[in-house]
T-cell receptor, first 113, second 116 residues
Framework: DVKVTQSSRYLVKRTGEKVFLECVQD?????MFWYRQDPGLGLRLIYF???????EKGDIPEGYSVSREKKERFSLILESASTNQTSMYLC????????????FGEGSRLTVL | AQSVTQLDSHVSVSEGTPVLLRCNYS??????LFWYVQHPNKGLQLLLK??????LVKGINGFEAEFKKSETSFHLTKPSAHMSDAAEYFC??????????????FGKGTHLIIQP
């Protein structure tokens, strides 16, 4: 079965802490994504990676960075967490074309105090 | 440029009655269209997709959607709602003109409530 695994389902962090969200896919997909989901706003793209070590900024990259050293792993980093980064974070992957199905992880709910 | 509008933020139906979730899109090119479902505390799962083949698309769990170019719509329907259909539903458009870096534009979601 296809699987996208987000290692942390629930995290509570303090303002100013560095936060790592990890995502692993087992489908050899080229593309990987980090989205943020907030009530009433739907999904917003933070960063997109189309290949190893390649990345593109999405709609809301400020305050975030990413790392993709291996094809199967895509990490989202909050260098200095702030309360307005409290949210649900969703990782997804797909084959290379825009018409392909996205496969999502179950999400990481981050609370920043 | 592309955009997606989900016309209802919440839809409530009784179990056993039909479901209609509305989606309108705009696209400069021939779009691909998707519906995804998200159950509570879960990631999104593909229900169905349209990619310029048959205009009536059948998906999982008895859902289907019809692509109507003249109305720029891609509404999701199901003849008979089940309690397990209670979830958030997202309409997504993709075309070669872009959207975001991922080539996609997500609607803001419709919350489907099933009354017993």
């Amino acid at each position: 079965d296809v699987k996208v695994t987000q290692s942390s389902r629930y995290l509570v962090k303090r303002t100013g802490e560095k936060v790592f969200l990890e995502c692993v896919q087992d489908m050899d997909h080229e593309n990987m994504f980090w989205y943020r989901q907030d009530p009433g706003l739907g999904l917003r793209l933070i960063y997109f990676s189309y290949d190893v070590k390649m990345k593109e900024k999405g709609d809301i990259p400020e305050g975030y960075s990413v790392s993709r050293e291996k094809k199967e792993r895509f990490s989202l980093i909050l260098e200095s967490a702030s309360t307005n980064q409290t949210s649900m974070y969703l990782c997804a992957s797909r084959w290379g074309e825009n018409t392909g199905e996205l496969f999502f992880g179950e999400g990481s709910r981050l609370t920043v105090l | 440029a592309q955009s997606v509008t989900q016309l209802d933020s919440h839809v409530s139906v009784s179990e056993g009655t039909p479901v209609l979730l509305r989606c309108n899109y705009s696209s400069s090119y021939s779009p691909s269209l998707f519906w995804y479902v998200q159950h509570p505390n879960k990631g999104l799962q593909l229900l169905l997709k349209y990619t310029s083949a048959a205009t009536l698309v059948k998906g999982i769990n008895g859902f289907e959607a019809e692509f109507k170019k003249s109305e720029t719509s891609f509404h999701l329907t199901k003849p008979s709602a089940h309690m397990s259909d209670a979830a958030e539903y997202f309409c997504v458009v993709s075309d070669s003109s872009g959207g975001g870096a991922d080539g996609l534009t997500f609607g803001k979601g419709t919350h489907l409530i099933i009354q017993p």
